[in-house]
T-cell receptor, first 112, second 117 residues
Framework: QKEVEQNSGPLSVPEGAIASLNCTYS??????FFWYRQYSGKSPELIMS????GDKEDGRFTAQLNKASQYVSLLIRDSQPSDSATYLC????????????FGKGTHLIIQP | DTEVTQTPKHLVMGMTNKKSLKCEQH?????MYWYKQKAKKPPELMFV???????INESVPSRFSPECPNSSLLNLHLHALQPEDSALYLC????????????????FGPGTRLTVT
């Protein structure tokens, strides 16, 4: 059974600092990795996807993938109060239509 | 445009009612999904449609019945639900396969918040 593990938090970070969110997964066959942001009462919003080892940067966000260690992370630079949300790590197997397996999410709080 | 729409936004139904949830996307995606999310829990996969055919059913009770009338539309028919079925029901869509990426990114609609009384 595929498992995705995240620290549920809350993770409290001062405004302007770097927030670091971590995720591990159990299925070595996983090929696609995603980070979603979910505000309370809203649906998940895709913020990053990563498919190969290394770093991928998009604005203030950097996703990091290490398939050998089965580890995915998300860095948020210059954290803003609007970044306060639950961040969901999601993993998917090979190509094709397949559902996402989500971690339980990390609740991030950016302190002004 | 990465928009997935869902109707209704909110639904209250009794245990003997029959209702339907609707989802629509116009991104040309050929995979569509239903997820269920309980409060403070992650989304859980219910159904996957690939090219309008049901490809994955994650052992969901028969009181939930999916339908994919065409490549843009996805319905979830509800009948004889239980109070524990109250949750946020999320629709998502994606490309089947993207060269160089593998599985396509899934985009979620705003969800239907369902309350069963």
């Amino acid at each position: 059974q595929k498992e995705v593990e995240q620290n549920s938090g809350p993770l409290s970070v001062p405004e302007g600092a770097i927030a670091s969110l971590n995720c591990t997964y159990s299925d070595r066959g996983s090929q696609s990795f995603f980070w979603y942001r979910q505000y309370s009462g809203k649906s998940p919003e895709l913020i990053m996807s990563i498919y190969s080892n290394g770093d991928k940067e998009d604005g203030r966000f950097t996703a990091q993938l290490n398939k050998a260690s089965q580890y995915v992370s998300l860095l948020i630079r210059d954290s803003q109060p609007s970044d306060s949300a639950t961040y969901l790590c999601a993993v998917k197997g090979g190509g094709g239509a397949d559902g996402l397996t989500f971690g339980k999410g990390t609740h991030l709080i950016i302190q002004p | 445009d990465t928009e997935v729409t869902q109707t209704p936004k909110h639904l209250v139904m009794g245990m003997t009612n029959k209702k339907s949830l609707k989802c629509e996307q116009h991104m040309g995606h050929r995979a569509m999904y239903w997820y269920k999310q309980k409060a403070k829990k992650p989304p859980e996969l219910m159904f996957v449609y690939s090219y309008e055919k049901l490809s994955i059913n994650e052992s969901v009770p028969s009181r939930f019945s999916p339908e994919c009338p065409n490549s843009s539309l996805l319905n979830l028919h509800l009948h004889a639900l239980q109070p524990e079925d109250s949750a946020l029901y999320l629709c998502a869509s994606s490309w089947i396969y993207v060269p160089g990426q593998g599985a396509g990114e899934q985009y979620f609609g705003p969800g239907t918040r369902l309350t069963v009384t």
